[in-house]
């Protein structure tokens, strides 16, 4: 495994992070695939087998129960000070209020079953409540030692910018970095938001980096339960298929020639393009090994070239 340090912060993440939005009580009524308590511990092990030392969640994923599992396989398998824990608020009552973000972070500590998080991350863009009194709150959090770092998810560059900019004028911590939606298929914020990161340093810690798998086979779809019941990827990627499938077929014949996997060549070109930490969601531990591969194959320019140059406009996906 590769380590990098995460933007302007302190933290040293591995280069690939599991995302446990596939952890928790599928009776949540949130997706019914996610995995038991028992599975998530043992998605949990064989990352940490790998390397692996960053694991994002968030408070709504299954009703809280995802920041409940990892927390219990986290304290069962590694101490504490090994790993780099990220989760994220916004999609609750009150939003990025003051009030919301103070109650949060004690709901996501207690389930977490620990006395910090390494990053807080905000889900989206909250257009009712004042940047300042998000910017100064998070803040807060930092300096009662709740927190060690702040990153955003998903918004338009110059809301992120402003955010940035509170800041900076106020001498509250900045974030560090941005989980945006970024991969072959959906390449949007290569206008904006992903060059404003770049000027600042922030860390890129992409979420869906195989398109909800898509880039990781030769099949569209597939008869998993997640394919079948995940009404938000179908939403994503379904309506551009005819386009988009003949950037899958450009990965397949890449991975081909490098004597790669599909998954191999995607997250590769995460990493050409200056990715961090791509996000791996699992269902199956061997997925992680799958993907840890990739950090052995260096793509040409030409490769990055011959996969890019299909790609169409999109619309936006993601931020609100």
Partial sequence: MEYSKLGNSNL??????VGCMSFGDSGSNFHAWTLSAEESETLVKRALDLGINFFDTANIYSAGTSEEYLGRAIKNNIARDKVVIATKLYFNEGKLSKTAILREI????????????????????DYITPIEET???????????KVRALGASAMYGYQFFNMQLAAERNGWTPFTSMQNHYNLLYREDERELIPICRQQNVALTTYSPLAAGRLSRIEWKTDTKRSQTDKTAISKYDST??????????????????GATMTQISIAWQYAKGVTSPIIGATKAKFFDDAVGALNVKLTADDITYLEELYVPHKIVGAL
């Fill in 12 to 17: 040293q993440v591995s280069r690939l992070c």
């Fill in 106 to 125: 004690d709901g996501s500590l207690k389930r977490l079953g620990i006395d910090y998080v390494d990053l807080y991350i905000i889900h989206r863009f």
């Fill in 135 to 145: 910017m100064e709150a998070l803040d807060s959090l930092v300096k009662a030692g």
């Fill in 241 to 258: 298929q005819e386009t988009d499938y003949n950037i899958v077929l450009r990965v397949h014949e890449l991975a081909e020639k490098y």
